[in-house]
């Protein structure tokens, strides 16, 4: 009997050995991968920013340098005055907070009236602009140029912020959220006499704010690194978007390109939306999965 419970003893250490030696191939090849991932997804990020550091003749050697032999930091201050970025950030920041602010309003109300209120027709024209959802959007830029330039729109800020103003993406997400507000609360709050305006302000909107808060950063990004139809329809000096006017701000007479500068103008319009990731990106996440349970 005690040689059965010996064997059964040994057995079982042999298996919990053989488990500790598989959960560690396991977590040792799953956290490769991240690491190799990791590597493979920053190695151009690094190269960017030591690039932006360099010399053009080093830049240029045959054999790159993985660490700039000399740091040039005056590349960041050449780039800054080159591209005048000064101007370009306020082109660009004008046209997305103001587009923002307003696609928030627009998205909101259209939100609140496809999940709480009823009227004829509303979940057949809900299904109509879902559906444009599945048609490119590079389809609609021939229609939208001729539409701009019939109103005198072209190289204003009018044309950079109103054709974008609606996203029935935005509406979607933020919908799906204010359904998963019990409706008893709205029922309620009829019952006390508060208007659905007050409503949506006191009590829908707070109870949504990831989800705005979401889409605020997501609008705010898509006019930052919007670059198509910008230099379409406002290329001009005065209304030039920042990623425009990296285009050829840094070529040269000769035809050559200024690759360091150029380099240290792109690590300083990427340092926003890094900042905005990093510190931010908790309520992206905490928005988009909130978004998606009921429907």
Known sequence: ?????????????????????????????????????????LFPFYWMIISSLKSLEEYRLNVPTFWPQ???????????????????????????????????????????????????????????????????GELFTITNYATVTSLGWMNTYRVLIVPFLVSVFYIYLLRQNFM?????????????????LKY??????????????????LKMMGAWNSYIWPRLVANDEAHRMITNGLRNAFTETTGDVNYPVQMAAVAIVSAPLFLVFVFLRKYIMAGVSRSGIKG
């Open 200 to 217: 949506l302000w006191k009590v829908m909107v707070p109870l949504s704010l990831p989800t705005l808060i979401s889409i605020t950063i």
């Open 70 to 136: 000399k740091v040039l930091l005056r590349n960041y201050a050449e780039a800054f005055t080159t591209a005048s970025l000064g101007q370009l950030f306020y082109n660009t920041m004008i046209v997305g907070v103001v587009s923002t602010l307003l696609s928030l309003v627009i998205t909101v109300l259209s939100a609140f009236a496809f999940a709480r209120l009823e009227f004829k027709g509303r979940d057949t024209m809900f299904g109509l602009l879902l559906a444009t959802m599945m048609i490119p």
């Open 180 to 196: 998963q507000i019990p409706n008893e609360l709205y029922l309620a709050a009829k019952v006390d006499g508060t208007s659905d």
């Open 1 to 41: 009997m005690s040689e059965k419970n010996t064997m059964q003893e040994r057995n079982l250490q042999r298996l919990s050995a053989s488990q500790r030696i598989g959960r560690f191939l396991v977590k040792f090849f799953t956290y490769a991968f991240l690491i190799l991932m990791a590597v493979i997804i």
